[in-house]
């Protein structure tokens, strides 16, 4: 007997897009349409995959990579444009909320009519609708329609059905994501069981945590096409390293009509380029020195719009004098975007003194390690001329760049759980 629960040879699935509705409808119709009217849009390509019985495989990558898809056509829910899939044993599918339940049957209504489906009634559906109550927890609410429950409800109802009952093979599309921490723990406990007693699991889920938790397999789809598969904690690391260098790419675009540096490189003297004049209400200031770039940097030195919280990082101001500048203030300043300050660094906090510059020259400020929590910040830089520790007025600036810079944080690896604005660290003991 064959140990393979899913494979597939070979296995495409394309779609027309049209460019009017009328064309789409006349192309359901059976009538030709002309090659003109529409474009193929490919989203799968020659994908070749063998799934073990027993195994928990997570399907890992960005919205739009084809998961859904493949998880459809391995559910017989749509076929297949090019390719073989063979599915060996009875499987349950829960690939959106919505489906499978009527919204005007109470949850008890629905549980039977689930069980019926499936052949199951008389005294072992009685038994089997207790263990379904019980496990979802919704005692107070399984007598009420179902388009009364709300998403999480609903998502602890349709798991408890589809997982009573163990399949063969169990393919689950984020459906949890709609429920509480509590119950997606609980979830994957009981998927857990389910492999242990040879149940073969296919999950897609954006929560890390979760696949990490549950899977020893991991497959990265990008644009239809299997990027990677192996073991979970590598595809885990390599699609992460991919979504921060995406995220890299964009904030970088967003502050392209800002900074005018060579971003791939650290921000040094010999690489940048004088920044694009901005409005006076972005940048203002008067005096010898200007700031020429700005940027925050990586361990490595290498040039980052997007950080890890907690990793060793570093911001550098680059500038330029026209004379020479005695012991002036450098700022870097964070804020959310809903204008609260985050964080702010000021060079004369720590009793440094810049001293005399003149020329061209960078200052750094060094984060070690960079504490703040995961999100899209706005950052501001500044050189003063003098700053008051002790004064709420913001003094006269050589040049000021308001808000001009984007940055984004990023969730320590392997690390779910919100932990707030600041990620600090701690000491804990018992006393």
């Not at 700031?291 to 060793?312: C, E, K, P, V, W």
């Not at 009793?351 to 070690?368: E, H, M, P, R």
Request: hydrophobic content about 40%; overall charge neutral; proline content about 4%.
């Amino acid at each position: 007997m064959s140990n393979t629960a899913i494979s597939l040879y070979q296995v495409g699935k394309s779609y027309k897009r049209f460019q009017h509705p009328l064309w789409r409808a006349w192309d359901a119709l059976g009538c030709p349409v002309s090659t003109k009217r529409y474009d193929i849009f490919m989203a799968l390509q020659n994908i070749h995959l063998e799934i073990n019985k027993g195994e928990k495989v997570a399907l890992i990558g960005r919205n739009g990579a084809g998961k859904s898809t493949l998880l459809r056509l391995i559910a017989g829910q749509i076929k297949p444009s090019t390719g073989t899939i063979h599915v060996n044993g009875k499987l349950q599918a829960l690939m959106e909320l919505g489906t499978g339940f009527h919204p005007d049957f109470t949850g008890i209504e629905n549980i039977r009519s689930s069980l019926a489906f499936q052949g199951i009634q008389g005294r072992r559906a009685n038994k089997l609708i207790e263990d379904i109550i019980q496990f979802s927890e919704l005692e107070d609410f399984i007598t009420r329609p179902i388009r009364e429950l709300s998403a999480g409800m609903y998502a602890r109802l349709a798991f408890a059905v589809a997982t009573t009952v163990i399949p063969d093979i169990l393919i689950i599309d984020e459906i949890l994501g709609a429920g509480d921490a509590y119950f997606i723990g609980k979830s994957i406990q009981r998927m857990k069981e389910l492999t242990n007693q040879g149940a073969t699991i296919l999950f897609v889920s954006h929560d890390m945590s979760s696949t990490q938790l549950l899977c020893d397999r991991g497959i990265w789809l990008d644009k239809g096409v299997i990027q990677a598969d192996t073991d979970i904690m590598s595809i885990s690391k390599m699609y992460m390293t991919s979504v921060r260098e995406d995220e890299e790419i964009r904030i970088r675009a967003k502050c392209q009509h800002f900074n005018q540096i060579n971003q791939s490189k650290p921000v040094t003297p010999q690489n940048t380029k004088d920044l694009q004049e901005l409005t006076s209400y972005e940048r203002y200031g008067e005096g010898p020195i200007k700031i020429t770039a700005f940027g925050f940097l990586d361990d490595q030195n290498n040039r980052r719009h997007t950080l890890i919280s907690g990793d060793i990082a570093k911001a550098c101001i680059t500038y330029r004098t026209s004379d020479v500048v005695h012991d002036p203030v450098a700022v870097v300043a964070i804020y959310r975007p809903d204008g609260t300050c985050a964080m702010q660094v000021l060079s004369n906090r720590e009793g440094l003194a810049l001293k005399t510059l003149s020329g061209q020259g960078n200052i750094i400020v060094k984060f070690n390690p960079f504490l703040l929590g995961p999100g899209d910040y706005i950052v501001s830089v500044a050189l003063f001329k003098e700053l008051c520790l002790s004064s709420k007025f913001e003094p006269k600036a050589y040049d000021l760049h308001d808000r001009c810079y984007a940055l984004k944080v990023l969730h320590p690896p392997g690390l779910g759980v919100e932990i707030g604005t600041i990620n600090q660290p701690a000491t804990w003991e018992l006393a």
